[in-house]
């Protein structure tokens, strides 16, 4: 099997495994929202977790390429490290307790 094919079954290999994981994450993280939240509300909040993870599915891929192009990819990093301490600050801020 010459090195070029090789490699491509690595990383289909690879791609597939992720996939999986992910996909399995997803169901347990809606199986979790749907089990800590208060019963009148367990529809709504596991379909609103599948909502965010499907809008963060669509919006991450395009402003992630958007600032790519902008910016290159030090642009791209400093964005990801922007809302990643957003975010941090904003669960120091509203966490309970």
């Known amino acids: 099997m010459s090195q070029a094919r ?13 996939f999986l994981a992910l996909c399995n994450v ?3 993280y ?3 929202m749907y089990q800590v939240s ?11 977790l599948m909502l965010a993870v499907h809008c963060g599915s669509f919006l991450g891929p395009v402003v992630g390429g958007l600032l790519i192009e902008a ?4 642009l791209f990093f400093q964005g ?18």
């Open 38 to 48: 208060a019963p009148e509300f367990r529809g709504y909040n596991a379909n609103m």
């Open 80 to 97: 990801a490290m922007g809302v990643t301490v957003v975010a941090a600050g904003v669960m120091l801020v509203i966490r309970p307790g």
């Open 26 to 28: 997803a169901v347990f």
């Open 30 to 32: 809606n199986a979790l």
């Open 6 to 18: 090789l490699l491509t079954f690595e990383f289909l290999s690879l791609c597939t495994i992720v």
């Open 71 to 74: 910016g290159g990819y030090d």
